[in-house]
Protein backbone atom coordinates (compact mmCIF):
# COMPACT_ATOMS: atom_id res chain seq x y z
CA UNK A 1 0.00 0.00 0.00
CA UNK A 2 0.60 3.67 -0.21
CA UNK A 3 1.25 6.74 1.73
CA UNK A 4 1.33 10.18 1.82
CA UNK A 5 3.20 12.59 3.98
CA UNK A 6 3.60 16.47 4.27
CA UNK A 7 6.87 18.47 5.46
CA UNK A 8 7.75 22.27 6.01
CA UNK A 9 11.05 22.93 6.30
CA UNK A 10 12.21 26.32 8.84
CA UNK A 11 15.13 28.70 7.99
CA UNK A 12 18.59 28.53 10.39
CA UNK A 13 19.85 32.01 11.48
CA UNK A 14 22.76 32.42 14.24
CA UNK A 15 22.53 30.57 17.23
CA UNK A 16 21.31 31.41 20.76
CA UNK A 17 23.73 33.41 22.68
CA UNK A 18 23.83 30.89 25.69
CA UNK A 19 21.66 33.33 27.37
CA UNK A 20 19.65 29.63 28.08
CA UNK A 21 20.80 26.41 28.87
CA UNK A 22 18.47 23.62 28.46
CA UNK A 23 18.82 20.41 30.80
CA UNK A 24 17.66 17.14 31.82
CA UNK A 25 14.70 18.16 33.85
CA UNK A 26 11.81 20.44 32.87
CA UNK A 27 8.41 20.14 34.57
CA UNK A 28 7.05 22.25 31.31
CA UNK A 29 8.38 20.03 28.64
CA UNK A 30 6.57 16.51 29.08
CA UNK A 31 8.36 13.63 28.16
CA UNK A 32 4.70 12.88 25.91
CA UNK A 33 5.93 12.78 22.11
CA UNK A 34 3.61 12.76 19.30
CA UNK A 35 3.33 9.42 19.91
CA UNK A 36 0.81 7.40 22.08
CA UNK A 37 1.67 5.70 25.07
CA UNK A 38 0.98 2.65 24.47
CA UNK A 39 3.76 2.30 21.80
CA UNK A 40 6.58 3.25 24.32
CA UNK A 41 7.75 0.00 24.74
CA UNK A 42 7.97 -0.59 21.21
CA UNK A 43 10.50 1.98 20.27
CA UNK A 44 13.15 0.24 18.17
CA UNK A 45 16.28 2.91 18.74
CA UNK A 46 16.44 4.84 22.22
CA UNK A 47 17.37 8.50 21.53
CA UNK A 48 19.80 10.46 23.19
CA UNK A 49 19.00 12.29 26.39
CA UNK A 50 16.63 15.34 25.87
CA UNK A 51 17.13 18.51 27.87
CA UNK A 52 14.18 19.32 28.74
CA UNK A 53 14.88 21.82 31.81
CA UNK A 54 15.24 25.50 30.96
CA UNK A 55 18.10 27.75 33.30
CA UNK A 56 19.88 30.66 32.68
CA UNK A 57 23.53 29.49 32.33
CA UNK A 58 25.62 29.65 35.12
CA UNK A 59 22.65 30.48 37.65
CA UNK A 60 21.39 28.38 40.51
CA UNK A 61 17.48 27.68 40.22
CA UNK A 62 15.42 26.76 37.65
CA UNK A 63 13.37 28.77 35.35
CA UNK A 64 9.53 28.44 35.38
CA UNK A 65 7.18 29.34 32.22
CA UNK A 66 4.53 31.61 32.19
CA UNK A 67 0.82 30.18 33.24
CA UNK A 68 0.06 30.64 29.69
CA UNK A 69 2.91 27.95 28.67
CA UNK A 70 1.45 25.32 31.91
CA UNK A 71 -1.98 25.66 30.39
CA UNK A 72 -1.43 25.38 26.82
CA UNK A 73 2.01 24.77 25.87
CA UNK A 74 3.51 21.80 27.45
CA UNK A 75 4.57 20.39 24.13
CA UNK A 76 7.89 22.25 23.70
CA UNK A 77 11.40 20.72 23.92
CA UNK A 78 14.33 22.65 23.36
CA UNK A 79 17.61 21.38 22.33
CA UNK A 80 20.86 21.72 20.95
CA UNK A 81 21.28 21.28 17.21
CA UNK A 82 22.20 17.80 17.14
CA UNK A 83 19.74 16.54 19.80
CA UNK A 84 17.20 18.02 17.72
CA UNK A 85 17.82 16.00 14.79
CA UNK A 86 18.65 12.85 17.01
CA UNK A 87 15.16 13.80 18.60
CA UNK A 88 13.15 14.31 15.12
CA UNK A 89 13.85 11.27 13.76
CA UNK A 90 13.07 8.99 16.29
CA UNK A 91 9.70 10.71 16.68
CA UNK A 92 9.05 10.52 12.89
CA UNK A 93 10.13 6.95 12.88
CA UNK A 94 7.91 6.01 15.71
CA UNK A 95 4.94 7.94 13.79
CA UNK A 96 5.82 6.00 10.82
CA UNK A 97 5.37 2.21 12.47
CA UNK A 98 2.43 3.40 14.24
CA UNK A 99 0.38 4.77 10.91
CA UNK A 100 1.93 2.04 8.75
CA UNK A 101 0.52 -0.14 11.39
CA UNK A 102 -2.71 1.16 11.81
CA UNK A 103 -3.32 2.34 7.97
CA UNK A 104 -0.85 0.40 5.26
CA UNK A 105 0.42 3.82 4.79
CA UNK A 106 2.34 7.34 6.40
CA UNK A 107 1.36 10.60 5.05
CA UNK A 108 4.03 13.35 6.08
CA UNK A 109 4.10 16.84 4.76
CA UNK A 110 7.32 19.16 3.75
CA UNK A 111 8.59 22.67 2.77
CA UNK A 112 11.32 24.90 1.93
CA UNK A 113 14.28 26.15 4.46
CA UNK A 114 16.59 24.47 6.81
CA UNK A 115 13.99 21.55 8.09
CA UNK A 116 15.35 19.01 5.34
CA UNK A 117 18.72 18.66 7.32
CA UNK A 118 17.03 18.09 10.56
CA UNK A 119 15.99 15.05 9.06
CA UNK A 120 19.27 13.32 8.29
CA UNK A 121 19.42 10.99 11.34
CA UNK A 122 16.44 9.54 9.34
CA UNK A 123 19.00 8.72 6.62
CA UNK A 124 21.55 6.80 8.87
CA UNK A 125 20.76 3.56 10.52
CA UNK A 126 18.86 2.10 12.47
CA UNK A 127 16.19 4.02 10.82
CA UNK A 128 17.39 4.02 6.99
CA UNK A 129 16.91 0.16 7.58
CA UNK A 130 14.14 0.02 9.49
CA UNK A 131 11.38 2.25 8.27
CA UNK A 132 8.85 1.15 5.54
CA UNK A 133 9.80 3.60 2.64
CA UNK A 134 7.80 1.93 0.35
CA UNK A 135 4.39 3.02 2.54
CA UNK A 136 5.35 6.71 2.39
CA UNK A 137 3.48 9.29 0.36
CA UNK A 138 5.24 12.74 0.62
CA UNK A 139 3.89 16.23 -0.44
CA UNK A 140 4.69 19.80 -0.06
CA UNK A 141 3.33 22.41 2.25
CA UNK A 142 4.18 25.42 -0.44
CA UNK A 143 6.63 25.50 -3.31
CA UNK A 144 8.06 28.14 -5.25
CA UNK A 145 6.55 28.25 -9.21
CA UNK A 146 9.78 27.38 -10.70
CA UNK A 147 11.30 24.56 -12.45
CA UNK A 148 12.19 21.41 -10.06
CA UNK A 149 15.83 21.74 -10.63
CA UNK A 150 15.99 25.12 -10.20
CA UNK A 151 17.54 26.63 -7.00
CA UNK A 152 14.79 28.03 -5.31
CA UNK A 153 12.62 24.53 -5.58
CA UNK A 154 11.76 23.09 -2.51
CA UNK A 155 11.17 19.85 -3.99
CA UNK A 156 15.23 20.07 -5.15
CA UNK A 157 16.01 20.95 -1.66
CA UNK A 158 13.90 18.28 -0.39
CA UNK A 159 15.34 15.91 -2.72
CA UNK A 160 19.08 16.11 -2.32
CA UNK A 161 18.54 16.38 1.49
CA UNK A 162 16.44 13.63 1.77
CA UNK A 163 14.28 12.17 -0.65
CA UNK A 164 16.87 10.80 -2.68
CA UNK A 165 18.90 8.63 0.09
CA UNK A 166 15.97 7.46 1.31
CA UNK A 167 13.47 4.37 -1.02
CA UNK A 168 10.89 6.40 -1.37
CA UNK A 169 9.21 5.81 -4.75
CA UNK A 170 9.37 8.52 -6.93
CA UNK A 171 5.57 7.85 -7.56
CA UNK A 172 4.87 8.58 -4.14
CA UNK A 173 6.93 11.92 -4.15
CA UNK A 174 4.06 14.77 -4.81
CA UNK A 175 5.52 17.66 -6.36
CA UNK A 176 3.63 20.61 -8.18
CA UNK A 177 3.31 20.83 -11.71
CA UNK A 178 6.21 23.22 -12.92
CA UNK A 179 5.26 23.80 -16.16
CA UNK A 180 1.61 25.36 -15.03
CA UNK A 181 1.07 29.18 -13.96
CA UNK A 182 0.84 29.47 -9.70
CA UNK A 183 -2.92 29.42 -9.93
CA UNK A 184 -3.21 26.67 -12.40
CA UNK A 185 -0.68 24.72 -10.56
CA UNK A 186 -2.29 25.05 -7.36
CA UNK A 187 -5.78 23.78 -8.63
CA UNK A 188 -3.62 20.69 -9.72
CA UNK A 189 -2.57 19.94 -6.75
CA UNK A 190 -5.63 20.11 -5.09
CA UNK A 191 -7.15 18.26 -7.35
CA UNK A 192 -4.46 15.63 -6.99
CA UNK A 193 -5.05 15.17 -3.19
CA UNK A 194 -8.52 15.09 -3.29
CA UNK A 195 -8.05 12.12 -5.28
CA UNK A 196 -6.08 10.80 -2.77
CA UNK A 197 -8.52 11.72 -0.29
CA UNK A 198 -10.76 9.20 -1.62
CA UNK A 199 -8.58 6.28 -2.06
CA UNK A 200 -7.96 6.37 1.31
CA UNK A 201 -4.42 6.77 0.62
CA UNK A 202 -4.69 10.36 2.51
CA UNK A 203 -7.07 10.28 5.59
CA UNK A 204 -10.04 12.73 5.90
CA UNK A 205 -10.37 14.58 8.64
CA UNK A 206 -14.41 15.17 10.45
CA UNK A 207 -14.58 18.39 8.65
CA UNK A 208 -13.89 16.84 5.22
CA UNK A 209 -10.61 18.02 4.85
CA UNK A 210 -7.22 15.79 4.44
CA UNK A 211 -5.66 14.66 7.18
CA UNK A 212 -2.30 14.33 7.14
CA UNK A 213 -0.41 12.40 9.21
CA UNK A 214 2.29 14.38 10.31
CA UNK A 215 3.20 18.07 8.93
CA UNK A 216 6.43 19.04 9.70
CA UNK A 217 6.38 22.87 9.78
CA UNK A 218 9.03 26.05 9.71
CA UNK A 219 9.06 29.29 11.17
CA UNK A 220 10.11 32.30 9.34
CA UNK A 221 11.37 34.83 11.52
CA UNK A 222 8.39 37.40 10.20
CA UNK A 223 6.50 34.52 11.75
CA UNK A 224 4.70 33.41 8.65
CA UNK A 225 4.56 29.20 8.03
CA UNK A 226 4.47 27.50 4.85
CA UNK A 227 3.59 30.58 2.17
CA UNK A 228 1.30 32.47 4.48
CA UNK A 229 2.84 35.80 5.35
CA UNK A 230 1.50 38.02 8.29
CA UNK A 231 -1.40 40.35 6.84
CA UNK A 232 -1.59 38.71 3.66
CA UNK A 233 -5.52 37.93 2.26
CA UNK A 234 -4.98 34.12 1.89
CA UNK A 235 -4.58 33.83 5.62
CA UNK A 236 -8.58 33.94 6.14
CA UNK A 237 -8.74 31.44 2.77
CA UNK A 238 -11.50 28.46 3.70
CA UNK A 239 -12.72 26.94 0.64
CA UNK A 240 -10.17 25.59 -1.01
CA UNK A 241 -7.04 23.22 0.02
CA UNK A 242 -4.46 24.96 -1.96
CA UNK A 243 -4.27 28.51 -3.06
CA UNK A 244 -1.44 30.41 -4.91
CA UNK A 245 0.11 33.87 -4.51
CA UNK A 246 1.67 36.21 -6.49
CA UNK A 247 2.85 38.65 -4.11
CA UNK A 248 5.37 36.99 -1.92
CA UNK A 249 6.96 39.30 0.46
CA UNK A 250 9.96 37.04 0.01
CA UNK A 251 11.45 35.88 -3.49
CA UNK A 252 10.03 34.19 -6.05
CA UNK A 253 6.75 35.42 -6.00
CA UNK A 254 4.88 33.68 -7.43
CA UNK A 255 3.75 29.86 -5.19
CA UNK A 256 1.48 27.59 -4.45
CA UNK A 257 0.83 26.88 -0.45
CA UNK A 258 -1.48 25.07 1.86
CA UNK A 259 -4.20 27.10 3.68
CA UNK A 260 -4.57 27.33 7.05
CA UNK A 261 -7.60 24.52 7.68
CA UNK A 262 -5.81 21.87 5.63
CA UNK A 263 -2.80 22.26 8.07
CA UNK A 264 -4.33 22.18 10.79
CA UNK A 265 -6.47 19.29 10.07
CA UNK A 266 -3.32 17.26 10.42
CA UNK A 267 -3.14 14.53 12.55
CA UNK A 268 0.59 15.44 13.90
CA UNK A 269 2.02 19.09 13.96
CA UNK A 270 6.06 19.12 14.58
CA UNK A 271 7.34 23.32 14.56
CA UNK A 272 10.85 22.88 13.84
CA UNK A 273 12.52 26.17 14.24
CA UNK A 274 16.03 26.90 15.11
CA UNK A 275 17.99 30.51 15.25
CA UNK A 276 17.92 33.35 17.46
CA UNK A 277 16.50 35.25 14.67
CA UNK A 278 13.38 33.66 15.09
CA UNK A 279 12.76 33.51 19.09
CA UNK A 280 10.33 36.66 18.38
CA UNK A 281 7.95 34.76 16.17
CA UNK A 282 8.23 31.70 18.43
CA UNK A 283 7.42 34.12 21.86
CA UNK A 284 4.44 35.31 19.69
CA UNK A 285 3.16 32.07 19.01
CA UNK A 286 3.80 30.60 22.89
CA UNK A 287 3.42 33.17 25.21
CA UNK A 288 0.89 36.03 23.27
CA UNK A 289 -2.75 36.17 24.91
CA UNK A 290 -4.60 33.96 22.34
CA UNK A 291 -7.89 34.69 23.88
CA UNK A 292 -7.67 38.46 22.63
CA UNK A 293 -9.47 37.18 18.69
CA UNK A 294 -9.24 40.74 17.68
CA UNK A 295 -5.80 41.15 17.86
CA UNK A 296 -3.94 40.77 14.46
CA UNK A 297 -1.64 37.52 14.76
CA UNK A 298 1.05 36.23 13.21
CA UNK A 299 0.29 32.92 11.03
CA UNK A 300 2.57 30.95 13.31
CA UNK A 301 -0.06 31.74 16.07
CA UNK A 302 -2.85 30.75 13.72
CA UNK A 303 -1.41 27.13 13.45
CA UNK A 304 -3.98 25.16 16.09
CA UNK A 305 -4.36 21.33 15.04
CA UNK A 306 -7.18 19.02 15.69
CA UNK A 307 -4.51 16.17 16.40
CA UNK A 308 -1.03 16.85 18.44
CA UNK A 309 1.26 19.48 18.38
CA UNK A 310 5.05 19.82 19.29
CA UNK A 311 7.70 22.25 19.27
CA UNK A 312 11.64 21.18 18.37
CA UNK A 313 13.18 24.29 19.26
CA UNK A 314 16.95 25.14 19.84
CA UNK A 315 18.18 27.56 22.13
CA UNK A 316 18.37 30.41 20.07
CA UNK A 317 14.64 30.28 18.86
CA UNK A 318 13.98 29.50 22.89
CA UNK A 319 15.79 32.40 23.96
CA UNK A 320 12.48 34.88 24.38
CA UNK A 321 10.09 32.35 25.64
CA UNK A 322 11.29 32.64 29.54
CA UNK A 323 12.61 36.15 28.75
CA UNK A 324 10.07 37.24 31.69
CA UNK A 325 10.75 34.82 34.15
CA UNK A 326 14.73 34.75 33.27
CA UNK A 327 14.57 38.56 34.57
CA UNK A 328 12.41 37.67 37.51
CA UNK A 329 14.82 34.99 37.91
CA UNK A 330 17.83 37.22 37.60
CA UNK A 331 16.47 39.87 39.76
CA UNK A 332 15.25 37.19 42.88
CA UNK A 333 19.25 36.24 42.53
CA UNK A 334 20.45 39.99 42.82
CA UNK A 335 17.95 40.52 45.42
CA UNK A 336 19.19 37.84 46.99
CA UNK A 337 23.09 38.08 46.24
CA UNK A 338 22.29 42.18 48.27
CA UNK A 339 20.66 40.48 51.22
CA UNK A 340 23.13 38.25 51.08
CA UNK A 341 25.57 40.48 51.17
CA UNK A 342 23.51 43.02 53.21
CA UNK A 343 23.58 40.30 55.97
CA UNK A 344 27.26 39.63 55.59
CA UNK A 345 27.96 43.18 56.14
CA UNK A 346 26.13 42.90 59.53
CA UNK A 347 28.02 39.94 60.25
CA UNK A 348 31.05 41.41 59.90
CA UNK A 349 29.83 44.74 61.24
CA UNK A 350 28.89 43.09 64.75
CA UNK A 351 32.34 40.97 64.58
CA UNK A 352 34.30 44.04 63.84
CA UNK A 353 32.60 45.93 66.80
CA UNK A 354 33.35 43.67 69.16
CA UNK A 355 37.08 43.47 67.91
CA UNK A 356 37.04 46.96 68.38
CA UNK A 357 35.95 46.78 71.76
CA UNK A 358 38.08 43.91 72.36
CA UNK A 359 41.21 45.94 71.16
CA UNK A 360 39.62 49.27 72.97
CA UNK A 361 39.93 46.64 76.75
CA UNK A 362 43.41 45.60 75.76
CA UNK A 363 44.28 49.25 75.13
CA UNK A 364 43.33 50.39 78.14
CA UNK A 365 44.58 47.43 80.32
CA UNK A 366 48.40 47.49 78.35
CA UNK A 367 48.38 51.42 79.20
CA UNK A 368 47.30 50.12 83.53
CA UNK A 369 49.92 48.17 82.55
CA UNK A 370 52.43 50.05 81.63
CA UNK A 371 52.05 52.64 83.95
CA UNK A 372 52.05 50.67 86.39
CA UNK A 373 55.86 49.18 84.99
CA UNK A 374 56.61 53.34 84.44
CA UNK A 375 55.97 53.69 88.20
CA UNK A 376 58.14 50.85 89.20
CA UNK A 377 60.78 51.57 86.97
CA UNK A 378 60.80 55.19 88.20
CA UNK A 379 60.94 53.89 92.02
CA UNK A 380 63.65 51.48 91.51
CA UNK A 381 65.44 54.35 89.38
CA UNK A 382 64.79 56.62 92.97
CA UNK A 383 66.43 53.52 94.94
CA UNK A 384 69.29 53.71 92.81
CA UNK A 385 70.42 56.97 93.08
CA UNK A 386 69.46 56.85 96.76
CA UNK A 387 71.73 53.46 96.83
CA UNK A 388 74.61 55.54 94.82
CA UNK A 389 74.40 58.72 97.11
CA UNK A 390 74.87 56.24 100.09
CA UNK A 391 77.42 54.38 98.61
CA UNK A 392 79.20 57.50 97.75
CA UNK A 393 78.52 58.87 101.30
CA UNK A 394 80.05 55.32 102.71
CA UNK A 395 83.32 55.23 100.61
CA UNK A 396 83.97 59.10 102.00
CA UNK A 397 82.77 57.60 105.81
CA UNK A 398 85.42 54.69 104.65
CA UNK A 399 88.15 56.62 103.19
CA UNK A 400 88.23 59.27 106.26
CA UNK A 401 87.95 56.27 108.37
CA UNK A 402 90.85 54.54 106.68
CA UNK A 403 92.91 58.07 107.17
CA UNK A 404 92.04 58.08 110.85
CA UNK A 405 92.72 54.68 111.64
CA UNK A 406 95.94 55.19 110.01
CA UNK A 407 96.46 58.15 111.96
CA UNK A 408 95.03 56.34 115.53
CA UNK A 409 97.01 52.95 114.74
CA UNK A 410 100.32 55.29 114.10
CA UNK A 411 99.38 57.06 117.65
CA UNK A 412 98.88 53.96 119.16
CA UNK A 413 102.49 52.39 118.16
CA UNK A 414 103.82 55.77 119.56
CA UNK A 415 101.84 55.23 123.20
CA UNK A 416 101.41 51.93 123.34
CA UNK A 417 98.90 49.96 125.13
CA UNK A 418 97.13 53.38 126.52
CA UNK A 419 97.42 54.33 123.08
CA UNK A 420 95.69 51.27 121.77
CA UNK A 421 92.94 51.18 124.34
CA UNK A 422 92.31 55.20 122.85
CA UNK A 423 92.59 53.78 119.39
CA UNK A 424 89.55 51.24 119.60
CA UNK A 425 87.66 54.00 121.58
CA UNK A 426 88.12 55.67 118.15
CA UNK A 427 87.80 53.11 115.82
CA UNK A 428 84.21 52.60 117.44
CA UNK A 429 83.29 55.44 117.18
CA UNK A 430 84.29 55.93 114.01
CA UNK A 431 82.68 52.84 112.87
CA UNK A 432 80.62 51.84 115.47
CA UNK A 433 78.89 48.61 113.27
CA UNK A 434 82.70 46.93 113.53
CA UNK A 435 83.21 44.79 116.27
CA UNK A 436 86.47 45.94 118.15
CA UNK A 437 88.11 44.46 121.19
CA UNK A 438 90.97 44.97 123.20
CA UNK A 439 92.59 41.26 122.22
CA UNK A 440 91.73 42.30 118.35
CA UNK A 441 94.41 45.20 119.25
CA UNK A 442 96.44 43.02 121.35
CA UNK A 443 97.13 40.62 118.80
CA UNK A 444 98.92 43.39 117.16
CA UNK A 445 101.62 42.83 119.85
CA UNK A 446 104.19 39.75 119.24
CA UNK A 447 107.32 39.71 120.85
CA UNK A 448 106.53 42.78 122.41
CA UNK A 449 106.57 44.43 119.45
CA UNK A 450 103.70 46.76 117.83
CA UNK A 451 102.55 44.81 114.41
CA UNK A 452 99.74 46.44 111.58
CA UNK A 453 97.71 44.57 109.83
CA UNK A 454 98.71 43.84 106.07
CA UNK A 455 96.95 41.51 103.58
CA UNK A 456 96.91 38.20 105.33
CA UNK A 457 99.82 38.98 108.34
CA UNK A 458 100.97 41.59 110.53
CA UNK A 459 104.67 44.13 109.71
CA UNK A 460 106.19 45.81 112.62
CA UNK A 461 104.87 49.34 113.08
CA UNK A 462 107.97 51.78 112.10
CA UNK A 463 108.10 54.05 114.65
CA UNK A 464 109.16 57.57 113.94
CA UNK A 465 110.99 58.96 117.34
CA UNK A 466 110.66 62.51 118.63
CA UNK A 467 114.24 63.44 117.62
CA UNK A 468 113.37 62.35 113.88
CA UNK A 469 115.25 59.30 114.01
CA UNK A 470 113.54 55.54 112.82
CA UNK A 471 113.61 52.18 115.21
CA UNK A 472 111.49 49.45 115.99
CA UNK A 473 108.50 49.96 118.61
CA UNK A 474 108.56 48.02 121.96
CA UNK A 475 105.30 47.44 124.13
CA UNK A 476 104.46 45.16 127.51
CA UNK A 477 103.25 42.40 126.94
CA UNK A 478 101.44 42.85 130.02
CA UNK A 479 99.59 45.87 129.32
CA UNK A 480 102.34 47.82 131.51
CA UNK A 481 103.66 51.09 129.72
CA UNK A 482 107.52 50.69 129.87
CA UNK A 483 109.16 54.20 128.22
CA UNK A 484 111.25 53.87 125.01
CA UNK A 485 114.66 54.18 125.78
CA UNK A 486 117.08 56.23 124.20
CA UNK A 487 119.41 54.01 121.71
CA UNK A 488 122.53 55.44 123.02
CA UNK A 489 121.20 53.82 126.56
CA UNK A 490 120.35 51.16 125.26
CA UNK A 491 123.16 50.63 122.76
CA UNK A 492 120.42 50.30 120.15
CA UNK A 493 119.01 47.00 121.00
CA UNK A 494 115.37 48.63 121.36
CA UNK A 495 114.05 45.34 123.42
CA UNK A 496 111.57 46.44 126.34
CA UNK A 497 112.38 44.64 129.48
Known amino acids: MSFSAAVSISYTLQGWSNMLCAQKSNPFSLKSSLIPSQFGKKLIHKPLIRYKEFSPKRCNGKTKASILWEQGYKKVEVFSKEHLAVSLAYDVAQLSNKFIRERGVFTVVLSGGSLIKYLRKLVEPPYVDSIEWSKWHVFLVDERVVPKDHLESNYKLAYDGFLSKVAIPNVNIHGIDDALPADGAADVYETSMRRLVKSNII??????????????????????????????????????????????????????????????????????????????????????????????????????????????????????????????????????????????????????????????????????????????????????????????TLKSKVEEAEARMKVVYDDAALKGKEGFDNAIRQVSVLLPDWNFSELDLANTIENGKVMRPVGNGHVPVELKKMDGSRGESTANVQGENTPVKDNKENQGEGVAN
Open 203 to 392: ATSKNGLPKFDLTLLGVGPDGHVASLFPGHPILKENQKWVTFIKDSPKPPSDRITFTLPVINASSNIAMVVTGEGKANAVHSALENDHNHHNIAKLPVELISPEGDLKWYLDKGAASKLFQKKVEEHRNIQETNFVNSIIFENTKLGGELNEIRRRNEEMRVAHDEKEKETNKYFAEWRERGEVWEKEKE
